[in-house]
């Protein structure tokens, strides 16, 4: 399956931009990069998904390479809510839609 | 949006109960639901893809006969943790979503305590 590469964690400060990379050197095509974050002891959440070009919703911005191997999340202002575990995803090589989660990125956010 | 309600939240009971937990689509029909399991400190592991009206789909060394799956109607997926043991301990999530390309959408978790 499509492997994707996050940092373990990152650090923030409270109220400044984080950028999330995610590299992904073997996506297809046509595949769709989603973004999912993990509050603590709560399901993932939906963040955003893209496939080309940068894409934008009022949770944050997704920048995502012109080759398409990697992609960055983009928090604009963090906030204390926004400490989770971040995942970047691409759907399987072998068809189908399952989600399989990596290790994610763990956001730290200091005040 | 949509919207996935997974029940209970948790639950607390003894070893070698049978525990179900129910997994519905609220504004949406999924044919396709999945069911996690995430122990503390790691990340979520696919057990299954529910499938509805067929069987469902399991991941290598997940034992079906442990973790039983029904998919019944278009709105709603159980997993039902057979003679539970301590081991079985964990939060359980599902997920549902319309196609390979479409946002997954994630119930709040069962968090499951065998004593």
């Known amino acids: 399956d499509a492997k994707t590469t996050q940092p373990n964690s990152m650090e923030s400060n409270e109220e400044e931009p984080v950028h999330l990379p995610c590299n992904h050197s073997t996506i297809s095509g046509t595949d769709y990069i989603h973004w999912y974050r993990q509050l603590p002891s709560q399901g993932p959440e939906y963040v955003i998904h893209g496939l080309t070009s940068n894409v934008n919703n009022r949770m944050a911005s997704l920048a995502i390479a012109e080759d398409r191997k990697s992609s960055t999340l983009i928090l604009h202002r963090a906030t204390l809510r926004d400490a989770a575990v971040y995942y970047c995803i691409l759907p399987p090589n072998t068809g189908g839609f399952k989600t399989i989660f990596g290790a994610g990125t763990r956001l730290f956010v200091k005040a | 949006g949509a919207v996935v309600s997974q029940h209970p939240s948790w639950v607390i009971c003894k070893s070698g109960t049978s525990v179900k937990i129910e997994c519905r689509s609220l504004d949406f029909q999924a044919t396709t639901m999945f069911w996690y399991r995430q122990f503390p400190k790691q990340s979520l592991m696919l057990m299954a893809t529910?499938?509805?009206?067929?069987?469902?789909?399991?991941e290598q060394g997940v034992e079906k006969d442990k973790f039983l799956i029904n998919h019944a109607s278009l709105t709603l997926s159980t997993l039902t943790v057979t003679s539970a043991h301590p081991e079985d301990s964990s939060f359980y999530i599902c997920?549902?979503?319309?196609?390979?390309?479409?946002?997954?959408?994630f119930g709040d978790g069962t968090r499951l305590s065998i004593l």
């Open positions: 529910s499938n509805e009206g067929s069987k469902a789909t399991y």
């Open positions: 997920s549902a979503n319309g196609g390979r390309n479409q946002p997954q959408h």
